[in-house]
Nanobody, 124 residues
């Protein structure tokens, strides 16, 4: 069982930056592929970024490529999402997720555990 708690969301002006964190419980954090997803009101949850167990194999949605960076610190059981050059369309609740499968990338159902999410609002 893995429990995930996100933090770092907030209100920021367009062009600004935020850094999200996701703290995981348990001793086996390094055994999980980690991902970030987001969900805007009235829309389906969508993939943002993913990182492999050792910190390599990162993948990004085209909409955030070049602006967002996913990273992880296995010693701290934490995964991060650095978000730069934020746009109003980035406004959403951001969730982190953990997958037992090393093959998990952008499919919601590939992930086994989810956090409650943190709100990110980008004003124009």
């Amino acid at each position: 069982q893995v429990q995930l708690v996100e933090s770092g969301g907030g209100l920021v002006a367009a062009g600004g930056s935020l850094r999200l964190s996701c703290a995981a419980s348990g001793r086996t954090f390094s055994a999980y592929t980690m991902g970030w997803f987001r969900q805007a009101p009235g829309k389906e949850r969508e993939f943002v970024a993913r990182i492999g167990r050792s910190g390599g194999s990162t993948y990004y949605a085209d909409s955030v490529k070049g602006r967002f960076t996913i990273s992880r610190d296995n010693a701290k059981n934490t995964v991060y999402l650095q978000m730069n050059s934020l746009k109003p369309e980035d406004t959403a609740v951001y969730h982190c997720a953990a997958a037992r499968s090393i093959a998990a990338v952008g499919v919601v159902y590939d992930y086994d555990y989810w956090g409650q999410g943190t709100q990110v609002t980008v004003s124009s």
